[in-house]
Nanobody
Framework: QVRLVESGGGLVQPGGSLRLSCAAGGFRFETWVMHWVRQAPGKDLEWVAFINPNSGRTVYADSVKGRFTISRDNAKNTLFLQMNSLKSEDTAVYYC????????RGQGTQVTVSS
């Protein structure tokens, strides 16, 4: 049974940085493509980024390209999202997931970008 637990969110000022983590369990993490998705208040779920199993390929949504970096540590079954140059429009609940539409996502972690 897939288990995903996100952490690392918080309140940050515009231009600041946060690093999100996602602890994975219950499946062979090292063989799965992993995604980050987010949901802003009143909006639909939005795909953010994915990374292939060996970290050889990463793809980003245009809205975060150049500011966010997805990475993974297969030895620790952990997915990361480094977020730099944060903007108010990045405010959302962030989830790690096993597909681009948020499959198997956990409870999420709140990121609020505000001065």
């Amino acid at each position: 049974q897939v288990r995903l637990v996100e952490s690392g969110g918080g309140l940050v000022q515009p231009g600041g940085s946060l690093r999100l983590s996602c602890a994975a369990g219950g499946f062979r993490f090292e063989t799965w493509v992993m995604h980050w998705v987010r949901q802003a208040p009143g909006k639909d779920l939005e795909w953010v980024a994915f990374i292939n199993p060996n970290s050889g390929r990463t793809v980003y949504a245009d809205s975060v390209k150049g500011r966010f970096t997805i990475s993974r540590d297969n030895a620790k079954n952990t997915l990361f999202l480094q977020m730099n140059s944060l903007k108010s429009e990045d405010t959302a609940v962030y989830y790690c997931a096993t597909n681009s539409t948020g499959g198997n996502r956990g409870q999420g972690t709140q990121v609020t970008v505000s001065s």
